[in-house]
């Protein structure tokens, strides 16, 4: 059986000259356009076509019989974009629409507001907290001017980067609602194929916000750019680096801000007690507290982002509130004549009075612009105008506020920058103050948490991150989640850093780092949507990328500078971060691309005949596996292992939709795999994201033979609907002739079944029994046949329901580099090994399962 099975994948690479491509895209494909290319199939006489890997077009037309493929004649044509209407089915369950935020009543709208404002926003607003203070620390002040140079980088900082770049722009490039760097990265490959991991679905068009537009000159810019991207293996490759390194540096800002954010809250102590700051012990003390108050944080993160959003929200906006005040104070009593540094003149002063100074305080003004990508990434939990009207006119004034106030306190009392914000609270207010304080550093620290993991989530929805438990904690919005693994590890590594380093101007440079790494990254990616998806005019690119990339090209050599100042740790931190990422996206592409192209091929299945070789024993086989087309390899090991199969073989595979809920008369689909005698069919069981996959077995079991009862019901109904309608029906709607393999190959299932590999002993059984050989297509004939395969589901239920699962690990050859050794059968291998496992979430009872391994060499 071995040797036919190597025959048939010959069969495959020698055929592969029949299939041809266009290589071009549809740049005017709207959501519900496919984004495959022309293809050539095989064309019957009655005009019907032949569809993908032996299954059906359709979801609920049967393929042909043994006898029907004997009397085939096909010839080759060329047609359009197929759309697996299976993965589009896939989708469609009631009520699964996205949670639009829109249509609310005014008390729902103030809630939503506070969820924002502590949701969104902690991150970026306690920046007032640190920013001066590390920034004069780089620059030391020489004079009044100095201050109100700086305080001019400050406020054109914030209006560049959080108000212009992201708020205006940035936050419009989102995936459906999904923000952050994976984000961008997943509408890229939605709109062309650049994904190294070939899983694309034809149903992903479907849900993308963003459409392309009608032919112009911008249209033509964008196909060929997406026509040299997806040529380019160099240019995919170097797309999922920069996608990676941007995620692994969102990672790392979710360990430095909680550390930052509260270690400066904490030293507002210093001024509050000022004889504290006489004992040489403050700084343990300081980081005893910070220990404390992050333990406290990432324990109560489980809680769930709508509950702790909506009692965190009102003491953001006390905070905010607090920020304007003590601004609109300070101004009144010390300098008002802070306000000319909105004159942009005093940036290019400061920097002719001492142009290594003040570069080297760019590092810390970029901290007043931390958190811009947390408000981008944490975007799936509130719509867009909910961010921008907040960030426009209750954020960024109060922010302003906050910085003009502390100017002026700086400019009547020397400039004594050490503790700049504590500094210039009225002593009436202080200790009020410095408890709002430390609360929206703990509320920044679990915003950036937030994002984090909303990273962390896309990037294994997209293979590039080992599978982790994700918690739902919303029944009413998906994207709110809380990641275990991820929860702990990032107060570890907080830990670790407030205790290694001491000094917040170390860890605020190290802050830069870990921000500047994911702005530059965004900034890349949102011109190639502008490019390729918004297709916007080129002068408009040109002026966003000029202006955006060299400011944050200057940022970062600023940032660097200052590199052994600790900053270290956190590079360290990203790099080892995004090793994990690469090895596990390269270990899953070789992974999946083996598993399709070793997959078995139809004609194998055909020599086998209706009896697969073998003993069809009476029974279900559930066997779970990843691929959702096709005959996976796993299957060919059990045929190979086992000395009898099922005389009913499921393939299961488990589908996530976006709803909480999926009814349980809604859960599988089907669909025939190979002619009817076979009795192999393919389920897909969707689940949604609040569904409690314990259910118990023998409802699992009692529900799938219900549905599939149901299938071959209305299957066999529209068979004899067809046969009456002769040739009025479309040419779509005809049954599966071809297989088309993993390279594109066509080749015909026209051949007949080998005869002497079936089982003479077992032909009696009507369990197995073939269809009828009739090629009359009477109402009797038809009814003989439902009342066969029914029979063989009933006797097949009655003996029992058994589970197969297979386990398919990859090595790399003798033959292979020592690095492709050491990052497969060790790095990856041990990754796969602690990661979680797809069917972790089934139930499966042990006295009915059986289990095959099989180790691919790549």
Known sequence: MERRIKQGYRMAEEEGSVSVSTGKGNGGLTSNDSVESFRWVFQDKDDSEIGDDGEEDLPWRNGMDSEDEDNADHRLIRTGPRIDSLDVETLEVSGAQRNDLEDVTFRKSIKLAFQTLGVVFG???????????????????????????????????????????????????????????????????????????????ASDTRISSLKLKVPSAELERSLRIKERLEASLGLKKLLLILVLAGTSMVIADGVVTPAMSVMSAVRGLKVGLPMVSCFASTA????????????????????GTSKIGLAI??????????????????????????????????????????????????????????????????????SV??????????????????????????????????????????????WPVFL????????????MATATFTCVKQSIALGCFPRLKIIHTSRKFMGQIYIPVINWFLLAAALLLVCSIASTEEIGNAYGVAEIGVMMMSTILVILVMLLIWQINIILVLSFSVLFLGLEFVFFSSVLWGIKDGSWLILVFAITVFFIMYIWNYGSKLKYETEVKKKMSMDVMRQLGSHLGTVRAPGIGLLYNELAKGVPTIFGQFLATLPAVHSMIIFVCIKYVPVPFVPPSERFLFRRVCPRSYHIFRCIARYGYKDVHRENHQIFEQLLIESLENFIRREAKERSLESDGDDDTDSEDESSHVLIGPSGSVYSLGAPLLSKYRNKTSSKRPIISEASTSQDPSN???????????????????????????????????????????????FYAFLRKNCRRGIATLSVPHTRLMEVAITHMV
């Open 123 to 201: 991150d970026v607003g306690t920046s007032p907290l640190y920013t001066f203070t590390v920034m004069f620390n780089k620059a030391p002040i020489d004079g009044n001017e100095d201050i109100i140079g700086a305080l001019s980088l400050v406020i054109y900082s914030l209006i560049l980067i959080p108000l212009i770049k992201y708020v205006l722009i940035v936050l419009w490039a989102n995936d459906d609602g999904e923000g952050g760097t994976f984000a961008l990265y997943s509408l890229i490959c939605r709109h062309a194929k650049v994904s190294l991991l070939p899983n694309q679905l």
């Open 284 to 303: 343990d003390h300081v980081v005893m507290i910070s220990v404390a108050y992050l333990i406290v944080l990432f324990s109560v993160q489980k809680i």
């Open 313 to 382: 929200g009102p003491a953001l906006f006390l905070w905010f509130c607090s920020l304007g005040s003590i601004g609109i104070y300070n101004l009144v009593k010390h300098d008002s004549s802070v306000l000319k540094a909105f004159n942009p003149v005093h940036i290019y002063y400061y920097f002719k009075r001492d142009s290594t100074k003040a570069w080297y305080s760019l590092g810390g003004c970029l901290l007043c612009a931390t958190g811009s990508e947390a408000m981008f990434a944490d975007l799936c939990y509130f």
């Open 385 to 430: 105008r909910a961010v921008q009207l907040i960030f426009a006119f209750l954020v960024l004034p109060c922010l302003m506020l906050g910085y003009l106030g502390q100017a002026a306190y700086l400019m009547d009392n020397n400039g004594d920058a050490e503790q700049a914000f504590f500094s210039s609270i009225p002593n009436s207010t202080f």
């Open 436 to 447: 709002i304080a430390n609360i929206a550093a703990l509320i920044a620290s679990r915003t």
């Open 780 to 826: 009797s004939v038809q009814d003989k046949s439902l009342e066969n395969e029914l029979a063989v589901l009933q006797m097949a239920k009655e003996s029992g329901v058994v589970y197969l699962l297979g386990h398919v690990s990859i090595r790399a050859r003798k033959d292979s580099w020592f690095i492709k050794k050491l990052a497969i059968n060790y």
